[in-house]
Nanobody, 115 residues
Framework: QVQLVESGGGVVQPGGSLRLSCAASGFTFYYSWMHWVRQAPGKELEWLSGIDRIGGRTEYAESVKGRFTISRDNAKNMLYLEMNTLKSEDTAVYYC????????RGQGTQVTVSL
């Protein structure tokens, strides 16, 4: 079965950086577009970014464009999200997902941006 395990979250000050990782298994990773989504307290799931099968095409939500970078390593079945210039409004649980809606996603990793 599909397994997606996120890691790398934590507490960071505004302006700081974090790198999230997602280990994928149970499906043919290199066949799949992959995505990052997040859910802030009291808010709906928000799509952030997607990457095509070979990493040649990436897409970003306006809220993170220019600050976040998605990448993948198909040899390791890994997905990454480099997050820079973090803001308090980036505080959320972050998930990797097989689709933009986050229907198939992992258990998430908490990112808290706070002084």
């Amino acid at each position: 079965q599909v397994q997606l395990v996120e890691s790398g979250g934590g507490v960071v000050q505004p302006g700081g950086s974090l790198r999230l990782s997602c280990a994928a298994s149970g499906f043919t990773f290199y066949y799949s577009w992959m995505h990052w989504v997040r859910q802030a307290p009291g808010k709906e799931l928000e799509w952030l970014s997607g990457i095509d099968r070979i990493g040649g095409r990436t897409e970003y939500a306006e809220s993170v464009k220019g600050r976040f970078t998605i990448s993948r390593d198909n040899a390791k079945n890994m997905l990454y999200l480099e997050m820079n210039t973090l803001k308090s409004e980036d505080t959320a649980v972050y998930y990797c997902a097989k689709d933009r809606k986050g229907t198939e996603r992992g258990q998430g990793t908490q990112v808290t941006v706070s002084l």
